[in-house]
C-alpha cells in the first residue's frame, strides 16, 4: 500500500497547488516588498511558534502522509467550501487577498484529512492567523475606513454638541487642514481592529482555549473596546488641537493615547479568554481512512482547475488619439512616459496614460492622466510619490465645492505639494475604496485618475488653486462626455 498511497498523495497535493496556481503570484510579491515587512515578520514568528508547537507535542506530521485520507467531514467541507467559493471570486471578484485566504483555509482543509479531529480543531486560530498575516488591515482601510472615520467624527461631533463644546462640523473634524489632529485613515480604528484580532487567535490558540461561539461575545466586546478607545482619542485630539487651540499637546497625545487603548483592550480581552475553560483532553485518535477518497478528490480538484475562470477584462474601444483641451491660456506640453513606467501602467490595465507639464498663472507643474476600465489599473499616487523619495508629510482632503472632494498632499522638507482625485462621467472622488467599489457591476465605467505635482505653490490663493482644478476637471469631463456619447464603453462579453 506504500508504494502506491505516497505517490497518490504528493498528486493530490501538486493538484491543489495547480487550481490556486493564479494565487502564488501574489503571495511572493506580498511576501518580498518591503511595504508588507510587518506581515512578513508576523509570519516567520507564527512559523516558529507552530514548529515549536509540533516539537513539544512529539508529533511526526509527515509519516502520516504514507496513509490515505481520513474521512473527517469538517476538513472536507472547508476543503470543498473554499474551492468553490475561490472559483465564485476569482470569476466575479478577482480581489488577490480574498482568493489567498481561500487558499490557506482550503489548504488548512486538505491538510485535516490527515489529522486528528482533536488536533485540527487546536490548529484552527493558528490557520486564521496564517489567514490574517495577509495584508487585510490596508484593504481594510481601503473599503471599511472612511465610512468608519466618518461615523467616528459624527459621534465626537453630537458628543461635543450635547457637552455645549463649540458645535465642529464632522467634515470639519474629518477636514482639519491646519490642525495636527488630522482624522485619516490611521485614525479610523481598520488598523486596530485587524492587529487586535492577530491577537485575539493568538490568545485563543496559545492559551489553548477551544474555537466556540462562546468567544463571540468576548470578541464583541473587544472590537467595541477598540472603537471606543480611538473615538476617545479622536475626541481628545479635537479638544486638545481645535478647541483648546493647543496644536502641540495635540502631537504629544496622538501616539500614546493610541497605544495605551489597544493596550488596555488586549488586557481586558486576555483576561476574559483565560476564565474559559481549556482544551478538553480528547485521544490523538484518527477516524477510518477512505481510500476511495483520493481518487474523488483528484477528479473534483481536476474538475474545478478545468472550469476556472478569472474575471473577463472589460471589452471597450480607446481612441487613441483622443486629448485633453485645456484653457488657451494654460500652457501644457506632453512629457513622455519612460518605457518602463509604460509598461508598468498597461501590465494593470490602464488604456491611456499620459504626463503633462503645465504652467498657469503662479502655479507649474507636471501631471499623469492615467485612463483604465479596471481599478488594478489605479493606485494610490502617494506610494508613487514615496518611491521618486518625496516622504508625506500629510495626505488630507480638500473640498473644491461639495461634489469635487480633491486629496491634497504636503511633503516634508522640501514643501512640495501635490493633489489627486479619481474622476469618472458622473463622479468624482479622492478615495480609492469608492473607485474599487464602482469596479464591482458586470458593467464598468472608464475612469482617470488626476494626479498632480506641483513645484510650488507659495503665493497661490485658494480661489486660484481652485480655479486650476476645476480647468484640468473639466478637460477631463470632456473627454469622458465625449467617449459616452460615442458609444465607447460597452459592457463586459
Known amino acids: 500500500m506504500f508504494k502506491l498511497t505516497l505517490p497518490a498523495n504528493i498528486l493530490l497535493g501538486i493538484s491543489w497547488l495547480w487550481l490556486y496556481r493564479p494565487v502564488f503570484n501574489y503571495l511572493q510579491v506580498i511576501f518580498q516588498r518591503e511595504d508588507f515587512r510587518t506581515n512578513q515578520i508576523v509570519l516567520l514568528l507564527l512559523l516558529v511558534l507552530l514548529a515549536m508547537q509540533v ?28 474551492s468553490i467559493t475561490f472559483l465564485i471570486g476569482e470569476r466575479w471578484l478577482n480581489v488577490n487577498t480574498i482568493s489567498a485566504a481561500l ?22 486560530p493558528a490557520a486564521l492567523l496564517l489567514v490574517g ?10 473599503f471599511v475606513g472612511y465610512p468608519l472615520r466618518y461615523f467616528s467624527a459624527e459621534l465626537v461631533r453630537q458628543g461635543l454638541a450635547g457637552l455645549h463644546i463649540a458645535s465642529l462640523g464632522t467634515e470639519t473634524i474629518l477636514v482639519l487642514e491646519n490642525g495636527v489632529a488630522l482624522i485619516d485613515s490611521p485614525c479610523s480604528g481598520i488598523k486596530s481592529i485587524w492587529t487586535g484580532t492577530l491577537f485575539f487567535l493568538a490568545a485563543i490558540w496559545l492559551e489553548k482555549r477551544p474555537l466556540r461561539l462562546n468567544l ?14 480611538n473615538i476617545i482619542r479622536i475626541a481628545l485630539l479635537v479638544l ?9 499637546v495635540a502631537r504629544l497625545i496622538h501616539l500614546p493615547l493610541g497605544v495605551l487603548g489597544f493596550a488596555l483592550a488586549c488586557i481586558a480581552v486576555l483576561m476574559l479568554v483565560r476564565r474559559l475553560p481549556a482544551h478538553p483532553i480528547l485521544p490523538q485518535t484518527l477516524p477510518p481512512t477512505a481510500p476511495s477518497l483520493t481518487p474523488m478528490l483528484l477528479l473534483t480538484l481536476w474538475g474545478m482547475a478545468a472550469i476556472y475562470t478569472p474575471r473577463p477584462p472589460t471589452v471597450f474601444a480607446v481612441d487613441e488619439t483622443a486629448v485633453f483641451h485645456f484653457p488657451a491660456d494654460m500652457q501644457t506640453e506632453l512629457s513622455p512616459l519612460k518605457a518602463d513606467e509604460e509598461a508598468w501602467f498597461k501590465k494593470d490595465g490602464a488604456d491611456m496614460a499620459v504626463r503633462y507639464t503645465f504652467q498657469w498663472h503662479a502655479l507649474s507643474g507636471s501631471m499623469i492622466l492615467v485612463s483604465s476600465h479596471t481599478w488594478r489599473a489605479h493606485h494610490r499616487p502617494e506610494r508613487c510619490f514615496e518611491v521618486y523619495g518625496l516622504a508625506i508629510e500629510r495626505s488630507v482632503t480638500f473640498l473644491v465645492d461639495e461634489q469635487f472632494p480633491v486629496k491634497q498632499v504636503t511633503f516634508a522638507n522640501n514643501g512640495r505639494q501635490a493633489a489627486y482625485w479619481f474622476q469618472t462621467n458622473d463622479l468624482i472622488t479622492d478615495d480609492y475604496g469608492t ?59
Open 55 to 82: 516539537r513539544d507535542n512529539g508529533e511526526r506530521p509527515f509519516s502520516r502522509f504514507l496513509s490515505p485520507p481520513h474521512k473527517s467531514h469538517l476538513p472536507l467541507l472547508l476543503l470543498l467550501g473554499a
Open 103 to 124: 487558499c490557506f483555509l482550503s489548504g488548512y482543509g486538505l491538510l485535516g484529512l490527515w489529522m486528528s479531529p482533536a488536533a485540527w480543531r487546536k490548529g484552527l
Open 133 to 142: 498575516v495577509l495584508p487585510f488591515g490596508e484593504h481594510l482601510q481601503t
Open 216 to 229: 463571540l461575545p468576548i470578541y464583541t466586546l473587544f472590537i467595541t473596546l477598540l472603537l471606543l478607545s
Open 240 to 248: 486638545a488641537g481645535q478647541v483648546m487651540n493647543w496644536p502641540t
Open 435 to 493: 473607485r474599487i467599489w464602482h469596479d464591482l457591476p458586470p458593467e464598468r465605467s472608464r475612469w482617470l485618475l488626476v494626479s498632480i505635482l506641483f513645484d510650488d505653490k507659495t503665493g497661490v490663493t485658494t480661489e486660484e488653486e481652485n480655479e486650476f482644478y476645476r480647468m484640468v476637471e473639466g478637460a477631463v469631463h470632456e473627454l469622458l462626455l465625449a467617449e459616452f456619447k460615442q458609444g465607447l464603453v460597452l459592457p463586459d462579453a
